[in-house]
């Protein structure tokens, strides 16, 4: 896709500093006064509330100490806010890293878990200050969402011990294959009051979020479970039970002892932790923007949470990533910028230096409720449901990448489930060839300022009601980032939008998820997108991810589009 540049642009190109440069700077630059500190901390306040029970869960689901959860996400949640590239960003332990923390554990210790990670935040800095960030937006949609997937259902059978309180006879396997049938053998012993909590948790975070959505569900059932276990003295595993209760203090960074055979034993964790790292976290700057129309940086975001990782390590915390579900709740709670994510982190600071004691009558159950719940919703059932019905290529790529998840290994079934997605790109490419020759699969490098093979202004105007874009060439994974960010040009002063695939052989699931999301948003601002020039096989993929009337629009060439809104009061049009 292309755009017209002033060479005044091309100029003002920015520097490397400026590409560096945290978004709390930029915040402050801005101003910052009562007012927005007021908004940060009351979404600081909420963002703690949530981050407070999950960050146990995590922990004691990865094989390591709730404290070392908390300690996570205080130390993630500070330097993620003070030094990232998005403004929203909330930092600390993530439920995708649940399965690959657990397995380090199992076969490194503590000590190789917290090398690492460390490793890892090493990983996660070079990535980011050689630019690399932007490479990492290339991995497939059916990728994330299939190791997505794979993640939650084995987030969910790690709990199903705790959700039944069943007493195994040895260590629980690993390996889904080999902890379902020490699970069966177990299923007799039972404990009804371990259910009973533990459904009662998942009710109530069920029951509050449909009935006040905005009240803290998992921490009014994990305080309501911990509060039900102290008054009738409940016979049932808790926090103080299994792990002796919650340090009432900070711990002081203590580096680890590095030896050449542990790094080389550990260095394909780490390279795990960095790659898994990189996407949650950027993904999560995505939803981000998407859900405030701003826009973060990539490559300062990794070198955040490279430096959050290696501090996380010293501290004796855990894998620090971007969150989605508690990044979206600093969002809705009315959150100015990073400051949020620092507060949050200092209230979860201010829990362990006062009330770490009362930690100690929360019941493992009721934790593992929440834990059910979070693997419930990282699969997205929509997604899914999509990419198996859009085509059986992506359908292939989905489950492809979900078994190798659940089955093999997390790193395995990423660059597998990559390596099919670009295989199936490259066979349709071969298809389209006869019908493309007329505009390059992959176009060539253009100075700014220059005209040709983009769009052609059809009126310039100081406020245009009509923007127009042309999409020249393949729209597939690896351009749906550009173009997405060429999209969100399109200003409030802007009443529709016309988008011409006249010259698009072909589109992929994530470009189609691309432009569904744009036309939510836009239409959201009350902007009416048309799409023109849609092949057979473009309509057919678009319809399957929703994206037909009355979302958008269909007219055959850009000319008949025009007419359809001049024909509803818009007059001026500009091209992009």
Request: charge should be neutral; glycine fraction near 10%.
């Amino acid at each position: 896709m292309e755009t017209r540049t002033s060479k005044t642009n091309q100029a003002s190109e920015p520097g490397y500093a400026e590409l560096f440069t945290p978004k709390l700077v930029t915040v402050l630059r801005e101003g910052y006064g009562f007012a927005q500190l007021r908004a940060d901390a009351i979404a600081g306040l909420t963002v703690a509330i949530v981050a407070l029970p999950l960050s146990m869960a995590i922990a004691i689901a990865s094989g390591v100490s709730p404290a070392q959860g908390l300690y996570t996400a205080i130390v993630g949640g500070i330097l993620v806010s003070l030094l990232g590239g998005s403004r929203f960003q909330i930092g600390g332990p993530a439920g995708a890293f649940i399965v690959l923390v657990a397995g380090t554990v199992q076969t490194h210790g503590l000590d190789g878990l917290i090398i690492a990670t460390i490793l890892s935040g090493l990983m996660l800095l070079a990535i980011g200050a050689l630019k690399l960030g932007t490479y990492i937006k290339f991995i497939p949609y059916p990728v994330t969402v299939g190791f997505t997937a794979g993640i939650a259902v084995i987030i969910f059978a790690s709990q199903i011990k705790d959700l039944l309180g069943l007493t195994l006879s040895g260590k629980e396997p690993g390996p889904l294959l080999e902890k379902l049938p020490v699970i069966w053998a177990a299923l007799p012993g039972i404990d009804p009051v371990t259910v009973a909590l533990s459904g009662a948790t998942i009710l109530v975070i069920i029951g509050t979020k449909r009935a006040r959505p905005h009240w803290p569900g998992m921490l009014i059932a994990v305080a309501g479970a911990a509060l039900a276990t102290a008054l009738f003295n409940l016979p049932v595993s808790t926090i103080g039970s299994v792990f002796g209760g919650i340090p009432g203090d900070f711990p002081m960074p203590v580096l680890p002892e590095f030896t050449l055979a542990k790094v080389q034993a550990v260095l394909p964790n780490a390279i795990a932790f960095a790659l898994l790292g990189a996407i949650e976290s950027l993904l999560s700057a995505v939803v981000a923007d998407g859900m405030t129309g701003r826009h973060h940086r990539s490559n300062c975001e990794l070198v955040a949470q490279g430096v959050a990782n290696m501090a996380s390590g010293l501290f004796g915390g855990i894998c620090v990533t971007g969150t989605i579900a508690r990044t979206a709740t600093n969002i809705r709670a009315g959150a100015h910028g990073p400051v949020s994510g620092v507060l949050h982190a200092l209230f979860l600071l201010l829990f362990i230096l006062v009330a770490a004691p009362l930690a100690s009558f929360i019941p493992l159950a009721s934790l593992a409720g929440v834990l059910a719940i979070v693997a419930w919703n990282m699969i997205e059932k929509h997604a899914i449901a999509t990419l198996l019905r859009a085509s059986r290529g992506d359908a292939a790529v989905l489950l492809v990448t979900f078994l190798l998840t659940i089955f093999r290994d997390l790193l395995e079934a990423i660059v597998v489930g990559f390596a099919l997605g670009s295989v199936l790109f490259i066979q349709r490419m071969s298809k389209t060839t006869a019908i493309a020759t007329h505009s390059p699969f992959v176009s060539e490098d253009r100075a700014d300022g220059t005209t040709g093979g983009g769009a052609s202004d059809i009126s310039s105007t100081t406020d245009p009601d009509i923007m127009i874009y042309r999409i020249t060439g393949v729209f597939f994974f690896g351009a749906a980032a550009s173009i997405g960010s060429v999209l969100d040009r399109i200003g409030d002063t802007h009443r529709a939008l016309i988008i011409d695939f006249a010259a698009v052989p072909f589109l992929d699931s994530t470009a189609a998820n691309t432009i569904a999301g744009l036309a939510h948003k836009t239409r959201g601002r009350g902007i009416e997108v048309i799409l023109t020039g849609t092949s057979h096989d473009l309509r057919r993929e678009l319809f399957a991810h929703g994206i037909k009337p009355p979302l958008v629009h269909y007219e055959t060439d850009i000319e008949k589009a025009v007419g359809r809104l001049r024909a509803h009061g818009l007059r001026n049009v500009t091209a992009s």
